[in-house]
């Protein structure tokens, strides 16, 4: 093998180490231009031919599927009166007690009486008791307290299920229940 002349040395050593500056193999330079080259005609030219769609439209077709799958929210079309037929229907009722105790009791506890969220079972909310108004912190959740939103994790009809059955607990008497916590409710229109 033979040795090349042409090493140019930068004139220092680091750890014994030399640094040359030699340039780089010339077919490394012209694969480094061909890149540059080659990724903006990838990038533009499928398009205009026909053999595909383009990023933009896939990209249109792919926001498009996202949105076909969520769920549709209805909760601005309930009524305080619509979640309050609910609270006297055994089949909600039903669905929102498992609702319930799979995401509610270990806060409010499975009879409602509250352990780190308030009681549910007395008159006095703290955001509102108007069915409605317990739909929407539901709903929306209370951060600052430490209750999630849910309305990304149930359905709407649970979240209906869920605050008839909530209301159901109100006037219930529970063993041993957390101290009332915010105002009166006023009453609700259906009622």
Known sequence: MAEQSDDK???????????????????????FWATIVFVPLYYI???????????????EADVARHQAAQPTQVAATVTDEELH??????????????VYAANCAACHRADGGGLIGPNLTDDAWIHGG??????????????EK???????ILKPEQLNHVTAYVLSLKGTNPPNPKAPEGAPAAPASGT
């Open 9 to 31: 040395l930068l004139g220092h050593e680091y750890d014994g180490i030399q640094e040359y500056d030699n340039p780089m193999p010339r077919w490394w330079v012209w694969v």
């Open 45 to 59: 030219l499928p398009a205009p031919f026909g053999e595909g769609e383009g990023t933009v439209a896939q990209y």
């Open 85 to 98: 037929e609910l609270s006297e229907d055994d089949e909600a009722l039903a669905d929102g007690k498992a």
């Open 130 to 143: 108007v069915p409605v108004q317990v739909r929407h912190t539901i709903a929306v959740g209370v951060l």
């Open 146 to 152: 430490g209750m999630p939103p849910w309305e990304r």
